[in-house]
């Protein structure tokens, strides 16, 4: 699933070229894939004027005038993609047409992402929406440590939880915590607060470098243009199981913790928090 870094390119990548298009022609060959009836996103998004693109944790959000945004949530091989008008391919599942005789095109070859317009307020309330985290980029370390530290969870778990912090996933939350030398299943109430504050301080880099280099592609994700990231080229330990650690040579090991597959290396990262 694409995390924040992945998202965040994407935002930044379709803010560059699709603020001020109007959108002209809406095709839906695969109508499961909108978060309403059909009709409904026709009314809202018909003739709009298309304002901007952000992000929310792991959610795109198109704002439109007259007072309405498109959330698109990418699931797990959700894409969002703006060019020529090429047809209609196999996957595609929502199409919109824009005044330049250009596409916006979601496409989604597993059909689990959606897309969905509302009024601003109906956002807010969005169940989904309104229980996210703070964004971990928009937010000290110091800050994110306090919403973890004392819990008898798993620090992964903890991370995975977008409740808890917006955006990390599966791939950066490995990274962060072999970055900080703790083990995915440690309790955060073991972990030193000074530790907790370093974690998030990696988790930070991290994502930032992510962004910087463009997303992880593993194995559906591009970018607005299309095109691949290559943070996978940076990974330590994610998919990595079984490889030498690149900081002390022992084999890495894989757990699954939190429900997800956590790759770690069994030396370096502290179960019990560490100092």
Same mark, same amino acid.
């Given at each position: 699933?694409?995390?924040?870094?992945?998202?965040?390119?994407? =935002?930044?990548?379709?803010?560059?070229?699709?603020?001020?298009?109007?959108?002209?022609?809406?095709?839906?060959?695969?109508?499961?894939?909108?978060?309403?009836?059909?009709?409904?996103?026709?009314?809202?998004?018909?003739?709009?004027?298309?304002?901007?693109?952000?992000?929310?944790?792991? @959610?795109?959000?198109?704002? *439109?005038?007259?007072?309405?945004?498109?959330?698109?949530?990418?699931?797990?091989?959700?894409?969002?993609?703006?060019?020529?008008?090429?047809?209609?391919?196999?996957?595609?599942?929502?199409? @919109?047409?824009?005044?330049?005789?250009?596409?916006?095109?979601?496409?989604?070859?597993?059909?689990?992402?959606?897309?969905?317009?509302?009024?601003?307020?109906?956002?807010?309330?969005?169940?989904?929406?309104?229980?996210?985290?703070?964004?971990? *980029?928009?937010?000290?370390?110091?800050?994110?440590?306090?919403?973890?530290?004392?819990?008898?969870?798993?620090?992964?778990?903890?991370?995975?939880?977008?409740?808890?912090?917006?955006?990390?996933?599966?791939?950066?939350?490995?990274?962060? *915590?072999?970055?900080?030398?703790?083990?995915?299943?440690?309790? =955060?109430?073991?972990?030193?607060?000074?530790?907790?504050?370093?974690?998030?301080?990696?988790?930070?880099?991290?994502?930032?470098?992510?962004?910087?280099?463009?997303?992880?592609?593993?194995?559906?994700?591009?970018?607005?243009?299309?095109?691949?990231?290559?943070?996978?080229?940076?990974?330590?330990?994610?998919?990595?199981?079984?490889?030498?650690?690149?900081?002390?040579?022992?084999?890495?090991?894989?757990?699954?913790?939190?429900?997800?597959?956590?790759?770690?290396?069994?030396?370096?990262?502290?179960?019990?928090?560490?100092?």
């Amino acid at each position: 699933m694409p995390e924040l870094p992945e998202v965040e390119v994407i =935002a930044r990548g379709l803010n560059r070229t699709l603020p001020g298009r109007t959108v002209r022609d809406i095709r839906v060959p695969w109508p499961t894939s909108l978060g309403q009836p059909e009709q409904e996103f026709r009314v809202l998004v018909q003739d709009a004027c298309i304002c901007g693109v952000r992000r929310r944790a792991k @959610l795109l959000l198109v704002d *439109l005038n007259p007072e309405t945004v498109i959330g698109v949530h990418l699931k797990m091989t959700g894409r969002l993609v703006h060019g020529p008008d090429r047809g209609t391919a196999p996957h595609d599942r929502v199409l @919109l047409g824009l005044d330049d005789d250009t596409l916006l095109t979601f496409a989604d070859m597993r059909r689990f992402g959606y897309m969905k317009a509302m009024r601003p307020d109906k956002l807010a309330s969005w169940p989904f929406y309104e229980k996210l985290g703070p964004e971990p *980029l928009e937010t000290s370390a110091a800050q994110l440590a306090a919403r973890v530290a004392g819990r008898k969870a798993r620090i992964k778990g903890l991370l995975l939880d977008q409740t808890v912090v917006a955006g990390c996933g599966n791939i950066y939350a490995d990274e962060s *915590l072999f970055r900080a030398g703790v083990h995915p299943a440690a309790a =955060a109430s073991s972990i030193p607060r000074e530790k907790l504050e370093e974690l998030f301080r990696h988790l930070q880099d991290v994502l930032q470098q992510a962004i910087d280099e463009n997303g992880s592609s593993i194995r559906n994700y591009v970018n607005a243009d299309g095109d691949a990231g290559a943070f996978q080229n940076s990974f330590n330990v994610y998919g990595r199981k079984g490889e030498a650690c690149p900081r002390c040579g022992c084999g890495l090991d894989c757990a699954t913790v939190a429900g997800r597959t956590s790759t770690f290396c069994p030396a370096c990262q502290d179960r019990h928090g560490g100092v």
